[in-house]
């Protein structure tokens, strides 16, 4: 027998999304996902996804050069309280995910994960100037359906 609060848990998250609209979700899922990607370029980071095959709901890159992704994860969450995902599988070790899906596609989440990988990266010897990621990611979000 299913457990009931995941029945009540699954009618909350539908009412959520035919609240919003799901045009609307998407899109606002697609606005994240391109502040995000422009924030981290912005910053110097590569993207580990081809061009065009992006996720709107997560966001893969690699670490600079030079420095360790479990540095990386390690430094933002003990000293930021954010936690960024390693690759999986054979991509362990290779890579980084930020997630932007459902409630966290919003400036309230994205903005502190930005200003703390720059924070991070700087002190790991990254000459990363603190807020060109964080100007760059609200510009992109603030142009709205430019998408």
Excluded at 53 to 62: D, G
Aim: charge should be positive; charged fraction near 25%; hydrophobic fraction near 40%.
């Amino acid at each position: 027998t299913a457990s009931t609060h995941l029945f009540y848990a699954l009618y909350e998250a539908c009412k959520m999304v035919l609240e919003e609209g799901l045009l609307k979700r998407f899109k606002r899922h697609q606005r994240i996902a391109k502040a995000v990607r422009g924030a981290l370029r912005r910053m110097g980071i590569n993207m580990f996804t081809e061009s065009g095959l992006e996720s709107p709901t997560l966001t893969v890159f690699l670490p600079p050069k030079g420095i360790n992704e479990s540095d990386i994860r390690k430094i933002m969450k003990q000293k930021y309280g954010i936690a960024i995902a390693d690759g999986l599988q054979e991509f362990y070790g290779k890579m980084l995910r930020v997630g932007h899906m459902g409630n966290t596609a919003s400036m309230e989440y994205i903005i502190p994960t930005i200003a703390a990988l720059e924070l991070t990266l700087r002190e790991l010897g990254l000459k990363v100037e603190i807020g060109s990621g964080v100007d760059t990611a609200i510009k992109i979000f603030e142009e709205g359906d430019k998408v």
